[in-house]
């Protein structure tokens, strides 16, 4: 038998997509955002979703 190679599988995969439409501004200000703390654009954007989520509730 040959070892598994790969990542491991998600317990919660993201399978789903979001297709945005952005001015080179409003992408510029994720970027920089993004590169200031250290984490991918999707993961920044994901941060403020949550925020914004907290504030509603």
Same mark, same amino acid.
């Given at each position: 038998m040959s070892a598994k190679i790969g990542r491991p599988k998600s317990d919660n995969p993201r399978? !789903?997509? =979001?297709?945005?439409? =952005? #001015? +080179?501004?409003?992408?510029?200000?994720? @970027?920089?955002? @993004? +590169? !200031?703390n250290g984490k991918s654009r999707t993961d920044t954007i994901l941060d403020g979703i949550? =925020? =914004?989520?907290? #504030?509603i509730k």
């Open positions: 399978n !789903k997509g =979001l297709n945005l439409r =952005l #001015t +080179e501004a409003e992408l510029k200000e994720i @970027a920089e955002c @993004a +590169e !200031k949550r =925020l =914004l989520s907290k #504030t």
